[in-house]
């Protein structure tokens, strides 16, 4: 009975590109509305510009982050044949490779001899040795077009937050878009938490800080129009 192989990991995470995207968007569009609010103009251009910069900056976030995923994709299917074709080629200075990354890893004596030798026998897994040991790269392959979608989707969500007080026309606009925008990086800082080792209520700290920074010196920048 024939053994099936391993399936093929799915792919990178999105938690960067999520997190990435959720930030830039709340504190560009926020930007946007402490810059104008400083300069003391009307909500509708508040609502035109928070507007142009979520589709203009954020289509432009993820056709970077696709482009940028893309050339990484590339590199690793370049990489990929060149081996596979060494692999083929010359399979005792693989073997010697692969012996020397096990040794690297901490396996040796009879453990090391025969970790080479079962690895040597399949090409595909001296591919992913080595592809992993000598070029530092994972299995799984990036996904230029899931990447863009999930910085696009996480820049209009956390980007539309800051101009809700103007679209639904609250009094006291601006403060609201301000709470609501700091309330955005918490709870960005929160939810990145859940992948590190950081408690939440630091990691939502630390991002509302950064956040707050970026806010504070655009509503400064704007305050000067009004002079």
């Known amino acids: 009975m024939t053994q099936a192989s391993p399936a093929k990991p799915d792919g990178h995470g999105h938690l960067r590109d999520i997190i990435y995207g959720a930030l830039d968007g709340s504190?560009?569009?926020?930007?946007?509305?402490?810059?104008?609010?400083?300069?003391g103009l009307?909500?509708?251009v508040i609502l035109a510009l928070g507007f142009a910069n979520l589709?203009?900056?954020?289509?432009?976030?993820a056709a970077g982050n696709y482009s940028g995923t893309k050339a990484e994709l590339d590199d690793l299917n370049r990489l990929r044949r060149l081996e596979a074709e060494r692999i083929a080629r010359d399979p005792s200075g693989v073997r010697a490779e692969l012996h020397d990354i096990l040794a690297a890893?901490?396996?040796?004596d009879d453990t090391l001899e025969a970790a080479t030798?079962?690895?040597?026998?399949?090409p595909r897994h001296s591919l992913a040795m080595i592809l992993d040991g000598t070029h530092g790269l994972a299995a799984a392959d990036p996904h230029p077009l899931k990447a863009a979608?999930?910085?696009?989707?996480?820049?209009?969500a956390a980007g539309l937050v800051p101009l809700l007080p103007f679209i639904l026309d609250v009094p006291e606009a601006f403060p609201v878009a301000a709470v609501l925008t700091l309330a955005t990086f918490f709870a960005i800082g929160a939810y990145?938490?859940?992948?590190?080792?950081?408690?939440?209520?630091?990691s939502g700290v630390e991002t509302t800080l950064i956040g707050g920074l970026a806010a504070t010196i655009a509503y400064a920048v704007g305050t000067i129009f009004t002079l």
């Open 27 to 39: 504190v560009t569009t926020f930007a946007i509305v402490a810059g104008v609010a400083g300069a």
């Open 42 to 44: 009307d909500p509708f």
């Open 55 to 61: 589709f203009a900056d954020g289509f432009s976030m």
């Open 105 to 108: 890893k901490g396996l040796s």
């Open 117 to 122: 030798g079962q690895i040597a026998r399949v």
């Open 149 to 156: 979608f999930a910085t696009f989707g996480a820049f209009l």
């Open 192 to 202: 990145k938490s859940r992948w590190s080792l950081a408690s939440w209520w630091r």
